[in-house]
T-cell receptor, first 117, second 113 residues
Framework: AQTVTQSQPEMSVQEAETVTLSCTYD???????LFWYKQPPSRQMILVIR??????QNATENRFSVNFQKAAKSFSLKISDSQLGDAAMYFC??????????????FGKGTLLTVNP | DADVTQTPRNRITKTGKRIMLECSQT?????MYWYRQDPGLGLQLIYY???????NKGEISDGYSVSRQAQAKFSLSLESAIPNQTALYFC????????????FGPGTRLTVL
């Protein structure tokens, strides 16, 4: 079974600075998807970014980018120019690309990000 | 308007009561999911449905049942609620033709006394 590990229960960053959240995963598959979701105090789960394992290029969405290291099974999220609105719990998630019964998302336990003014 | 809506947003009930959580979506996705989130944990899958006639158990389906009334509606029921079902419940949808990325509703906070 796949597992997702987020080793940093909490992180903090100064406003306008850059922070990197770590995620590692364990899988024997070669085809899969990785995601970062954000959960602010409103508790809504919001998709931040998605990475397909077959793509070598790291995904980027505005101030959010990932460092995808397939061989190391590492998928870190970098937030540049941090804003107060970035404060939230961030979850890393894995989804198999093989379909069938492996459709579900496997989540890490989350990293709570605090942004200091 | 939100693409995925859940009702109610908050609910307090008593042990032994039957309760239904509802999910509606306007995204036109065939696939729908119910997840549960407990404090300090990620989300765990309860049930999923790939279309109206295809419903499957997830990791933690005991004590829960679901109904897929239409492509746009997927309900979760607790037949006899117990306190350890107190949690945050999320509905999600996905489109397999677009990488199957899952989009979540706002969540329902359920408290069982």
């Amino acid at each position: 079974a796949q597992t997702v590990t987020q080793s940093q229960p909490e992180m903090s960053v100064q406003e306008a600075e850059t922070v990197t959240l770590s995620c590692t995963y364990d899988t024997s598959e070669s085809d899969y998807y990785l995601f970062w979701y954000k959960q602010p105090p409103s508790r809504q789960m919001i998709l931040v970014i998605r990475q397909e394992a077959y793509k070598q290029q790291n995904a980027t969405e505005n101030r959010f980018s990932v460092n995808f290291q397939k061989a190391a099974k590492s998928f870190s999220l970098k937030i540049s120019d941090s804003q107060l609105g970035d404060a939230a719990m961030y979850f890393c998630a894995y989804r198999s690309g093989s379909g069938g019964s492996n459709y579900k998302l496997t989540f890490g336990k989350g990293t709570l990000l605090t942004v200091n003014p | 308007d939100a693409d995925v809506t859940q009702t109610p947003r908050n609910r307090i009930t008593k042990t032994g009561k039957r309760i239904m959580l509802e999910c509606s979506q306007t995204k036109g996705h065939d696939r729908m999911y119910w997840y549960r989130q407990d404090p300090g944990l990620g989300l765990q899958l309860i049930y999923y449905s790939f279309d109206v006639k295809d419903i499957n158990k997830g990791e933690i389906s005991d004590g829960y049942s679901v109904s897929r009334q239409a492509q746009a509606k997927f309900s979760l029921s607790l037949e006899s609620a117990i306190p350890n079902q107190t949690a945050l419940y999320f509905c999600a949808t996905s489109d397999p033709t677009r990488g199957d990325t899952q989009y979540f509703g706002p969540g329902t906070r359920l408290t069982v006394l």
